[in-house]
């Protein structure tokens, strides 16, 4: 089943973007008439009829509401500090979308390497993985900010930092209750600074391990993200 992504849908007519219009028609070679399968990206699902088969603006009939019933009961918000190679970030974006995640953070710390982020490239990965995993909840993405800036604004009912610390035993599986919100804080290659770490228990930020091994910035983001969504049983 293919999903094309229309963040305006309408009860009567709609337009894919260009570029679902192009793999819906030139890659796909749907044509007029066809029936096909549309979200918006906030957990709605339709199937609309192909009135113009147009590759650069594909013209939709709204036909019918078949969005999943069944709701998620936690939120998931992993607060980031981007790697070097922006592959690497990349699927990042790419594996936690396809998990389910809601937001993402991108946060510039005192040991971060990279200093620029083209979001527009992170968020059509972001499509591309909703579309692929059918769980039609885009999620959202955030420009990069200081750490020091961003960290005041992070809210959740549980707040946690993963960071390199051999004394520290207690992981999510021990401290996280289910059906909440969750935020996690994931530093970069070079860890947070001690600095850093304290404003962020300041702020009540909760110590966590993701296991004995040290984990690349980006495996540390998946592996938290599925750890929380194991726990939810999802």
Known sequence: MNVFYCPDLSENSFSLSL?????????????KDDEIYVCNGDGNLVVARIVDANHKSTNCKFLKDISPT?????????????TKNMDRIEWFVEK???????????????HSERKVLKIDRL??????????????QLARINEMKMFKKVLPSLEADQKFIAYVDND???????????EKSYCVLIGPEGDFSPTEVKSAREAGFI???????????????????HSLNFINDY
């Not at 570029?19 to 044509?31: A, D, Q």
């Not at 069944?70 to 981007?82: E, F, M, Q, V």
């Not at 968020?123 to 039609?136: D, H, L, T, V």
């Not at 207690?170 to 401290?175: F, N, P, Q, S």
């Open 19 to 31: 570029e679902e219009s192009k793999h819906c028609i030139k890659v796909l070679r749907h044509k």
């Open 168 to 178: 520290n035993p207690d992981t999510l599986k021990k401290l996280v209750s289910p």
């Open 70 to 82: 069944s709701t998620k009961k936690h939120r998931i918000h992993i607060a980031i500090a981007p």
């Open 207 to 225: 110590p966590i391990s993701l296991g004995q091994n040290v984990l690349r910035t980006e495996t540390a983001g998946v592996v938290a993200c």
């Open 96 to 110: 936690c979308c396809e998990l389910g995640i809601d937001e993402i953070s991108f946060i510039q710390t005192e």
């Open 123 to 136: 968020e059509k990965r972001a499509i591309s993985a909703m579309k692929q995993s059918k769980s039609f």
